[in-house]
């Protein structure tokens, strides 16, 4: 119950196109989901966060949408560039609200 | 950059042996939380120190422990090393003890050979 499921665990895009990253989960008391980016080498990188109160949630190229029945949510890059390609990984807090339980990553490649 | 610090940046050891990981929080942070991230485990959470208390655990080991100290800074001690130790370690750092953004550190990579 614990658990955050991502896939798909390696996504190959073209220059331009779309990626998009979907996760799900299982506890109905997770209310904190950010995204997390992650280059070779360093560690990760905030992107974006959602809580269950919106369904979508739009910083520049990047979207979550979220869907509390489904319960999942996912990420879209749009106009996705060489400098995205890195390690996605989504995660929810957990019931205590303290730490972050992450799902397993995306390794996302952006082919020019 | 994160603001969040740690040294090593790598370390090299052998089996049975201990070894110290530091961590410097943003300034003005006041939980420091620790990650080991594996290729076929993923991030998994290890603990959390708020404001020099143990706030919560997750999958740590009995050879694992860790602390805060008043100036906020964290260290993590992993004795008895085994081969399965080899690992990224992270820290992080958020402003509260709850749900709130938690800023990532680079890392020690940890070999134990």
């Known amino acids: 119950q614990q658990q955050v499921k991502q896939s798909p665990q390696s996504l190959i895009v073209q220059k331009g196109g779309i990626s998009i990253i979907n996760c799900a989960y299982e506890?109905?008391?997770?209310?904190?989901f950010p995204w997390y980016q992650q280059f070779p080498g360093k560690g990760p990188a905030l992107l974006i966060a959602i809580r269950p109160d919106v369904s979508e949630k739009k910083e520049g190229r990047f979207t979550i949408s979220f869907n509390k029945s489904a319960k999942q949510f996912s990420l879209h890059i749009m106009d996705s560039q060489p400098g995205d390609s890195a390690t996605y990984f989504c995660a929810a807090n957990n019931q205590a609200g303290t730490a972050l339980i992450f799902g397993k990553g995306t390794t996302l490649s952006v082919s020019s | 950059d994160s603001g969040v610090t740690q040294t090593p940046k790598h370390l090299i050891t052998a089996t049975g042996q201990r070894v110290t990981l530091r961590c410097s929080p943003r300034s003005g942070d006041l939980s420091v939380y620790w990650y080991q991230q594996s290729l076929d485990q993923g991030l998994q959470f290890l603990i959390q120190y708020y404001n020099g208390e143990e706030r919560a655990k997750g999958n740590i080991l009995e050879r694992f422990s860790a602390q805060q100290f008043p100036d906020l800074h964290s260290e993590l001690n992993l004795s008895s090393l085994e081969l399965g130790d080899s690992a990224l370690y992270f820290c992080?750092?958020?402003?509260?003890?709850?749900?709130?953004?938690?800023?990532f550190g680079p890392g020690t990579r940890l070999t134990v050979l």
């Open positions: 992080a750092s958020s402003h509260s003890g709850r749900t709130d953004t938690q800023y």
């Open positions: 506890n109905t008391a997770f209310d904190y």
